[in-house]
């Protein structure tokens, strides 16, 4: 096995945007799983309120769909604040398809109106830094 010339094989695509939206997806689910974990256990090893599960969840989610929608905009390389709200809009609309599902009817009145504007407001962060990075 020493002796052998290993080289490296990458894989083509066939549609690069659906690798860009895998990708995209991944990235920002992984980074809101890891801030879930993190607030919980920061919710368990100190004296926080309770209050504070919302506000933390939200501020996870948020932080994982601007990921998304900068991965995905970084990727494409066009209309990035448009990958960005689009991100947004799925993770919304994924939002409101598990409610429904769940047997609820969505109530975004008041502070229930706090995690879908949370996730419309992140994807553009995300798609306005990729813009910014780009010089645009």
Avoid: H
């Avoid at 256990?41 to 996870?60: D, E, H, I, K």
């Avoid at 947004?88 to 939002?95: K, N």
């Avoid at 969505?106 to 990729?130: I, S, T, V």
Wanted: net charge positive; with cysteine.
């Amino acid at each position: 096995m020493s002796g052998k010339n290993l080289r490296k094989t990458k894989i083509k695509a066939g549609n690069p945007a659906a690798v860009a939206l895998l990708l995209a997806f991944s990235c920002g689910v992984g980074v809101c799983m890891l801030l879930l974990a993190l607030a919980a256990l920061l919710l368990t090893r100190t004296n926080l309120p309770l209050s504070a599960v919302r506000p933390m969840a939200c501020m996870a989610a948020s932080i994982g769909v601007a990921v998304s929608g900068f991965v995905l905009a970084r990727r494409l390389k066009e209309k990035l604040l448009l990958c960005g709200l689009g991100c947004g809009a799925f993770y919304t609309v994924c939002l409101l398809a598990a409610t429904l599902l769940a047997g609820g009817m969505p109530d975004w009145q008041g502070g229930n109106a706090m995690l879908p504007l949370a996730l419309m407001l992140g994807g553009l962060l995300g798609g306005a830094a990729a813009a910014l990075q780009e010089g645009r």
